[in-house]
């Protein structure tokens, strides 16, 4: 997986308004006016954007952001785009056994992010199960252990749930829980004992996957720097 580039580019755009794009773009494009460009400024370090429609592909996308900053200046910022689809294919990798899925929050707007099924992607919890809080998966994460159980479809599921490191996500298992016991009374082991350590590996792999979409920003931070200082 991590040997796999990011689906999208790496660009910069300076406060002078050039600009370094991997595609083109529209002329009269200005990027100092792109929310993702004015969200770094303000934040003054890296950051991930909410999800948008990308001007030049139309694509669902994510971008990693962070501000080229010489002097105590901010003079330009560098983005890493992360399509939507690279995000829900690593997703859909996340299984805790029969029944199971994974899915992705944004605790910053309280939409899904990524899930197996895409008409999912930027909807309510509320889509997925109709009693299903953010603030009880905040909450979930925010503990060691346990888990919570909600309905989804007609059916019952346990939900497991832990921030992903760096980022404003928290990733999510729902275990169909009839599936789950059935199969765990067979083997003589507990459910969440199981699930727990599939989130643990999951989140392995989400920290891995952001630290790996990141690496490149300080590169075009770096250069982008020399370059404006001459």
């Known amino acids: ?3 796999d580039e990011p689906t999208g580019s790496v660009d910069a755009v300076m406060a002078d308004k050039r600009n370094f794009f991997t595609s083109p773009n529209p002329p009269d494009y200005d990027g100092t006016q792109r929310p993702w460009y004015q969200q770094a400024v303000a934040a ?12 030049t592909t139309g694509d669902l996308t994510l971008t990693l952001v962070e501000p080229i900053i010489e002097n ?3 003079i330009g910022v560098a983005g890493a785009d992360v ?8 997703v859909k990798t996340i299984h805790a056994g029969a029944g199971s899925f994974a899915f992705l929050l944004d605790t910053g707007t309280g939409t899904i992010l990524a899930h197996p099924r895409k008409e ?5 919890l509320s889509a997925l ?5 953010l603030a009880q998966l905040t909450a979930l994460a925010g503990s060691s252990t346990g888990h919570i159980e909600q309905t989804v479809g007609k ?11 760096g980022t404003p996500w928290l990733l999510s298992i729902a275990v169909h829980k009839a599936t789950a016991l059935k199969d765990l009374s067979e083997l003589g082991v507990t ?5 727990l350590l599939s989130l643990a590996a999951a989140m392995v792999l989400m920290a891995v996957i952001v630290t790996h979409l990141l690496r490149r920003l300080p590169l075009v931070r770096d250069a982008l720097a020399d370059i404006a200082s001459g």
Do not use: C, E
């Not at 399509?83 to 690593?90: H, P, Q, R, S």
């Open 72 to 74: 105590g200046r901010t």
């Open 191 to 195: 459910a969440g004992g199981i699930t």
């Open 129 to 133: 199960a109709p009693a299903l809080t």
């Open 44 to 55: 003054g370090k890296p950051a991930l954007t909410p999800i948008y429609v990308d001007a």
């Open 1 to 3: 997986i991590v040997a």
């Open 83 to 90: 399509l939507l689809n690279t995000i829900v294919d690593k």
């Open 155 to 165: 059916d019952a599921y346990l939900f497991f749930a832990a921030p992903v490191p």
């Open 120 to 124: 999912l992607a930027q909807q309510p």
